[in-house]
């Protein structure tokens, strides 16, 4: 699956994939889905289990403006 399928299938989640294709700036372009959450806490807790060797770990949401807080 491409980072962008996985960015609008998820959105404002946090994701854990395996990466099995990067670009030539190492930035990962094909990747499978290990987990996904709006708790980063949970994809953490899969990323312990994981065997993937090759790992990236994400959120897809916007991330706050400097000076802007986020409580949930």
Known sequence: ???????????????????TEEDKLREPVEVELIAHSKSRDDTYEAMKKTKAKDIAHFYTGEIPKKGYAVAF
């Open 1 to 19: 699956m491409k980072i962008g399928e996985i960015k609008k299938r998820y959105k404002d989640e946090w994701v854990l994939v395996e990466v």
